[in-house]
Structure formats: structure tokens, C-alpha cells
């Protein structure tokens, strides 16, 4: 698989959200992007505020734009806040610096799309994120 599937899209965003909903999470909002950045499955649980897709596909995108999860984006954002900006404006605003962009990877480390989840804590969305990944029996890369 050189891109993450729909299937797979799928069986990641139902592990997901289950994990949020066992965790007692506000609703998410889940994005599953391929490698080129094109959305492979979204879901917005009933409940969700607004615009809650857009920052989920920015944490996702940013995450594949610079090969890194949003949680070490943040961390590069707070040591060199221009060059964040700078890339933001890049990418178009399509980049949201806080935990919850994991990078999906297979069995060998090739690269396979990006997870953006929102919708509670930066921290329990990053959790949710890892959990839909792992479900999938894939590798999931926060940092």
C-alpha cells in the first residue's frame, strides 16, 4: 500500500471515534488524508461545533506537510514562531500547530496519509488519533 484506502480511511475513523466515545470525549470530528493531501474519509459527530473539519484537516495536513505530527510542529512553533507562520501561510492556513496530526506509517515505515482529529484536549485528540491508527494495525507517528 503506498497510500492509506478507503477501507482502511474507514477502519481507522470507527476506532477513533469508538475510542473518544469510551473515553468519555466531546464529540470529534476525524479527517483520514492520503499522501497527496486529498481527504480518504471524514466523520463530524453529532454535537460538534463548527469548523471543526477544517481544524482537523489542518492538523493532519500540516502534519504530511512538514513530515512531522502537530505535536512536534507545536513544539517548533514555540522555538521558531515565524518560520511556523511562514509555512502556514504556504500551505494556505491549512496547518494547525497542536497535537492531534499524527503521520500514518505501514509495517516499514513508507508513508501512508495523516490523521487530524478535534473536537476535545489537543492531548485526547492526539490519543484518539493513535488509537484509530493502531486499530488498523498500523504505525502511528505524533511527533
Known amino acids: ?19 473518544g ?9 476525524v479527517v483520514v488524508l492520503d499522501t ?3 481527504v480518504v474519509a471524514a466523520e463530524r459527530e453529532d454535537g460538534a461545533s463548527m ?3 477544517e481544524i482537523a484537516f489542518g492538523k493532519a495536513h500540516g502534519a504530511l506537510a512538514l513530515g512531522m505530527g502537530s505535536r512536534s510542529i507545536m513544539a517548533r512553533a514555540e522555538q521558531q514562531a515565524y518560520f ?13 500547530p ?19 482529529i478535534t473536537g476535545d484536549t489537543s492531548d485526547n485528540d492526539e490519543a484518539a488519533a493513535v ?3 493502531e486499530s488498523a494495525g498500523l504505525t502511528a507517528q505524533a511527533d
Request: aromatic share 2%; hydrophobic share 50%; proline share 3%.
Open 98 to 116: 497542536v497535537p492531534g496530526g499524527v503521520l500514518v506509517r505501514d509495517a516499514d515505515g513508507a508513508l501512508l496519509g495523516a490523521v487530524g
Open 84 to 96: 511556523v507562520a511562514a509555512v502556514t501561510s504556504a500551505v494556505g492556513g491549512s496547518l494547525v
Open 131 to 133: 488509537a484509530g491508527i
Open 21 to 29: 466515545q469510551q473515553a468519555g470525549l466531546k464529540p470529534l470530528t
Open 1 to 19: 500500500m503506498t497510500s492509506i484506502d478507503l477501507e482502511t480511511a474507514r477502519t481507522v475513523v470507527a476506532a477513533a471515534r469508538a475510542h
Open 51 to 53: 469548523s471543526r473539519f
Open 36 to 38: 497527496g493531501g486529498h
